[in-house]
């Protein structure tokens, strides 16, 4: 099935509700269960605590919250995809990781400005993983603040 | 540009540098030199001069005494003829004598034909000069006296151009240092215009003498005479000589003769010329005629001979102040040529110095680096504390390594969270079988006690049967009522009797159909264990995937196990699915047979109760026997409703001892995955080993240095590997690949060992472990061979074994203390693995592929995986029946 020269990224598939994304499996360290959350007081509403991963302390955000779709329900299949956002282990929340799937770059299609409620700017692309859509999350874009994003959208008008 | 300096190596370099400084410095020295060569030159010229002028001056004090001699022989004087002949023999002398210095110096000093013409002088060339002495020698005194003055004046005139043509052309009146100019002056000019003057005035006495009277005008010409003497020749000889005093130490150091050898003849000549001044004076002052022309003679004569005396010291001196000239410019050469040469010692030096500096840590960098590339990141890295460009590249150099180290830090915890994740996945495995274990148990008992329950039901139905036929006699008895009273009390005792039996073995059914719902429950708890571990199997193998592909190309093949551990994982859930769908329908079954037995418990109860009120009722028989018929005929009714639902029952226990048997089999193929796990993880625990080798590369594991030395790889042994792994050794199953990969790299560690000369108890240590190693793969290979039914397992039994006969005989004869045996041992292990792995191990290859497409349909993907694929058609072993029916075996598993 690989065509010889094409790009291809493997992607972490998960859920926040219905809606499949996916994560590129290079930027992802590990998958872990949910654990033992300590919350944090005072931490944005989508901060949803602090885990100990073998001594190594994890901010875990809520993904759903991050991206504006509700809060993550708590289920026995929630799990914690560990990433590293400027050298510092965050965790993201979320309601269920389905498997990993290959991705094609050349088949990726930009995403709409608005998908399933989130704003395109998170996504990296759009494209089909196995049976369904996936949505490519673009990490950094996630994971930058909103006053990140005000200033890189000031610095390069345009390109946001 | 840069190309073209890019090919000089960087030491050469600076030698380019040095080249392209050494044109322009040679052009320096070259004109310094030059300088000096050309100062030289100068000083040899006069110096040259000098020489051709000495015979010339001594031919001016000559030629007048000749002169004077040929007059007093033409007057008759004897002496004079006498004087004459001393005369020209002193003449010819010198001629002889300035023929040889002409000879010598004379076209040096520009006396050639050409220029002489050119100058229009060529009355001082030498044979000129010569040929004129010679006529005026065979004129002799045959001319008149007035002859013979003219012809010496003549000669003498050429002798003073000469004179002053080689002090013009020797530089002798450009002379740079004021000591030897004044002298040089007072020789060349000031006496010789002494002597011709004193000459001129003695015969002018001479003459005047001749006359009775002195003439006035011959008077004021004695006074001028005299004037010019003083002030002309002698004043200016006397300031010249005393400035060539005083000037002499400013140049070229004081003289130790010029002032000494000339104080006495200076002295003489101021004598000398002061007699002969006061004689001219006295002259001058009276007009009394000449009355002693002898005594100017003499005075005359004597001055002459002073100022010839110090001519001859002051040429004398010139030349030792010329030759301190010489000297001293030749000094100053060879003290710049010196200096020049002690400053191009200290550039070499300095070159030396920063060539060495800029060298040495690019070789030692580039050794650093080197061992870098071989994966030696522990090398201890110099130069880092430099503050200069070198400082800047070792240290570099240093968090590179430093990065590398951590980048194989990082990966060798990543392997070890691998290795800990295959030996949790293998626990995984075993708590697997474990649980199917347990389910299997489980359901047996739950089959035991379902077959109980259909026995209880089927020996309650033959119950019910008599039941039913006892009610009918009843039935039939009430006709005769009062006759059988009796009968019917015993036949009614005997009902009840019957029935409370029933309701014990109902009671026992019902403890029984407990006992299969707490088995279910127990099943349900099991599952749920069992999707707990598949879950956690799911996240392991996500994870796994995750790290495989953050590995890149390393982790590819560790990819492809991580995949089909999740394929597990997905069938193990879906299993336990069925499972928990089956343990339901069981629950649900049960608890319907349950409330069936409930039911059945109350009816038996009731029919209890009416046999019991038939018994009290028999009393009043007589009176009810409509009554007992009614009674009975509602008995008969419930009795055929009780028959009803324990055929239910029965079918019912049919129905779970057949979901048992599903549960069963389930749980078989639970044990069947739960295996696969296993050998998958041992397959994970071979990949963690070979990433762990290339890891191993790096020398920067947590190991102590001694160790991390001893294991890190000959550096040659990466290029040159005694037997390479090939493709086509593979047999297409990848545990046997992996065990195969492992003896052929103990193979190769053992031949690196005994080519690198290592000691014995390490030789002899990897022999252990390979002939260790050797035994398991065998043991493991037959198991194998055993499993597919692989018909040449007998021989490949017997050859493993003769094997491993042959190798341990060889270790023997080694602990013996024969030396031929390791490389024999080699050649041995070499030949035969590769033959035994080409020639009969990969006749196992079709019969498992075989073996694993029969197994396809019963969903076990891992079999599906562990082929590489392009089995060969033709195979000389032969697969057993078992792998020809696959779903046969499967079944025989099964049940």
């Given at each position: 099935m690989t065509h010889p020269?094409s790009e291809r990224l493997l992607a972490a598939a998960f ?7 996916g994560v590129d499996t290079a930027q992802i360290q590990e998958v ?49 995809l560990i990433v ?13 990781v389905s498997d990993t799937v290959e991705i094609d770059i ?23 993983g196995g049976?369904?859509?996936v949505?490519l ?24 | ?406 980048v194989?830090?990082d990966l060798t915890r990543g392997l070890q969270t691998l290795t800990s994740s295959s030996v949790e996945l293998t626990?995984v ?107 956690q199997t799911n996240l392991l193998a996500l994870n796994a995937t995750i790290e495989a592909a953050r590995a890149g190309a390393a982790g590819k093949g560790f990819a492809v196990v991580a995949n089909e551990i999740k394929e597990l994982a997905r069938q ?104 696969n796990v296993?050998a998958s993880a041992s397959g994970l625990g071979g990949l963690a080993d070979q990433i762990k080798a290339v890891i ?31 493709e086509?050794?593979s047999?297409g199953v990848v545990t046997?690949d992996a065990?195969?990969q ?119 993907p891992l079999k599906q995986a562990a082929l590489k694929g ?26």
């Amino acid at each position: 099935m690989t065509h010889p020269g094409s790009e291809r990224l493997l992607a972490a598939a998960f859920f926040l509700g219905p809606s499949a994304f996916g994560v590129d499996t290079a930027q992802i360290q590990e998958v872990v269960r949910v654990g033992n959350l300590t919350p944090v007081r005072h931490a944005p509403p989508y901060v949803v605590g602090i885990r100990n991963l073998r001594g190594r302390i994890v901010t875990v955000i809520d993904l759903r919250s991050r991206l504006e779709l509700g809060r993550v329900e708590p289920g026995p299949e929630n799990r914690i995809l560990i990433v590293e956002a400027s050298g510092e282990p965050i965790g993201l929340l979320v309601d269920r990781v389905s498997d990993t799937v290959e991705i094609d770059i050349a088949e990726l299609h930009a995403a709409p400005p608005n998908l399933n409620g989130v704003q395109g700017r998170h996504f990296r692309g759009i494209c089909r993983g196995g049976d369904r859509m996936v949505a490519l999350l673009d990490l950094t874009a996630v994971l930058q603040t909103e006053a990140e994003f005000t200033a890189s959208a000031e610095r390069e008008p345009g390109t946001a | 540009m840069d190309a073209l300096f890019a090919r000089v190596r960087i030491a050469r370099r600076p030698l380019l540098i040095v080249a392209a400084l050494m044109f322009p410095l040679a052009g320096l020295l070259h004109f310094i030199l030059g300088g000096f060569s050309d100062d030289l030159q100068f000083a040899r010229l006069e110096s040259q001069g000098i020489r051709y002028e000495r015979p010339l001056v001594r031919l001016l004090q000559l030629l007048p005494e000749h002169q004077r001699a040929v007059l007093g022989k033409a007057r008759g004087d004897a002496a004079a003829a006498a004087m004459v002949e001393r005369s020209r023999s002193d003449l010819d002398a010198t001629f002889a004598t300035l023929g040889e210095v002409d000879q010598a110096i004379g076209t040096t000093l520009h006396f050639t034909e050409l220029e002489l013409q050119q100058q229009r002088q060529e009355a001082v060339r030498f044979p000129r000069l010569r040929q004129s002495w010679e006529d005026l020698k065979s004129q002799g005194t045959t001319v008149s006296p007035g002859a013979i003055a003219d012809r010496h004046a003549g000669l003498i005139a050429d002798v003073r151009s000469a004179i002053a043509y080689a002090r013009d052309h020797s530089n002798l009146i450009l002379d740079p240092d004021l000591d030897s100019f004044y002298l040089m002056d007072a020789t060349l000019a000031g006496l010789p215009s002494l002597q011709d003057r004193v000459a001129r005035i003695t015969d002018f006495a001479r003459e005047a003498a001749a006359a009775s009277t002195l003439e006035p005008s011959n008077q004021v010409r004695f006074a001028v005479e005299a004037a010019r003497l003083r002030e002309m020749d002698l004043d200016r000889t006397v300031a010249a000589v005393q400035s060539s005093f005083d000037e002499d130490p400013a140049f070229n150091g004081e003289s130790r003769t010029l002032r000494p050898s000339l104080a006495d003849p200076f002295q003489q000549l101021r004598t000398a010329a002061t007699g002969f001044l006061s004689l001219l004076d006295r002259q001058s002052a009276s007009a009394s005629p000449v009355a002693a022309p002898d005594e100017f003679v003499r005075l005359g004569e004597a001055l002459r001979t002073a100022s010839f005396a110090l001519w001859n010291v002051s040429a004398v001196e010139l030349e030792r102040l010329l030759e301190a000239r010489i000297e001293g410019i030749a000094a100053r050469r060879t003290r710049a040529l010196v200096i020049v040469a002690a400053f191009l010692l200290l550039a070499g030096f300095v070159f030396w110095g920063v060539i060495r500096s800029i060298l040495q840590p690019i070789r030692q960098l580039t050794a650093v680096a080197h061992a870098l590339a071989h994966g030696d990141l522990t090398a201890d890295i110099p130069f880092t504390k430099r503050p200069d460009e070198m400082g800047h590249l070792a240290r570099g150099l240093e968090s590179l390594a430093r990065t590398l180290l951590e980048v194989v830090g990082d990966l060798t915890r990543g392997l070890q969270t691998l290795t800990s994740s295959s030996v949790e996945l293998t626990a995984v495995a075993s708590r697997t079988a474990t649980g199917a274990n347990l389910v299997a148990d489980k359901a047996t008992s739950v089959a035991a006690a379902a077959e109980e329950a259909s026995a209880n039901a089927s020996s309650v139905a033959s119950g019910m049967e008599e039941a039913a036929n006892n009610l009918s006699s009843v039935a039939a008895a009430t006709e005769e009522m009062s006759s059988t009273v009796g009968e019917i009390a015993s036949n009614s005792e005997r009902a009840r009797v019957i029935s409370e039996r029933a309701t014990t073995q109902t009671a026992a059914i019902v403890a029984a159909m407990e006992q299969l719902g707490r088995a279910a429950q127990e099943i349900g708890k099991v599952t749920e264990t069992i999707n707990h571990i598949s879950s956690q199997t799911n996240l392991l193998a996500l994870n796994a995937t995750i790290e495989a592909a953050r590995a890149g190309a390393a982790g590819k093949g560790f990819a492809v196990v991580a995949n089909e551990i999740k394929e597990l994982a997905r069938q193990t859930a879906r299993a336990t699915e069925d499972i928990k769908g089956r343990i339901n329908g069981v629950q649900t079954s049960a608890s319907g047979a349950l409330a069936d037995i409930g039911k059945i418990a109350g009816v038996t109860r009731e029919v209890g109760e009416i046999v019991t009120s038939i018994a009290t009722a028999i009393e009043q028989q007589t009176t009810v026997t409509r009554e007992v018929a009614g009674h009975v005929a509602a008995a008969s009714a419930t009795m055929k409703d009780v028959s009803d639902r324990l055929a239910q029952t029965v079918a019912v226990s049919h129905s779970i001892a057949h979901d048992i048997s599903g549960v069963s089999a389930g749980a078989g193929e639970f044990r069947q995955a739960g295996e696969n796990v296993r050998a998958s993880a041992s397959g994970l625990g071979g990949l963690a080993d070979q990433i762990k080798a290339v890891i191993g590369r790096f020398h920067a594991s947590g190991s102590s240095p001694a160790t991390r030395k001893s294991q890190t790889p000959p550096r040659a042994a990466a290029p040159g590997v005694f037997i390479p792994w090939k493709e086509e050794y593979s047999v297409g199953v990848v545990t046997m690949d992996a065990h195969h990969q492992k003896l052929l790299s103990l193979i190769n560690r053992l031949h690196d060992a005994l080519q690198k000369g290592e000691n014995t108890t390490r030789t002899q240590a990897i022999l252990k472990e390979l002939i260790a190693y050797t035994e398991y793969h065998f043991e493991a290979e037959e198991t194998l061979m055993a499993k597919i039914d692989f018909s040449g397992l007998a021989a490949q039994k017997k050859v493993h074994g003769d094997f491993l006969g042959v190798v341990a005989s060889a270790r023997d004869r080694w602990l013996a203390g024969d030396g031929s045996v390791p490389g024999e041992l080699l050649k041995t292990l070499q030949g035969w693995l590769v033959q035994h792995i080409v020639g009969m191990d990969k006749h196992y290859t079709p019969c498992f592929l075989r073996h694993a497409a029969g197994a396809r349909d019963t969903k076990c993907p891992l079999k599906q995986a562990a082929l590489k694929g392009n089995g060969s058609a033709h195979a000389p072993g032969h697969c057993g029946k078992a792998a020809d029916h696959g779903p046969d075996r499967r079944s025989r598993s099964l049940s």
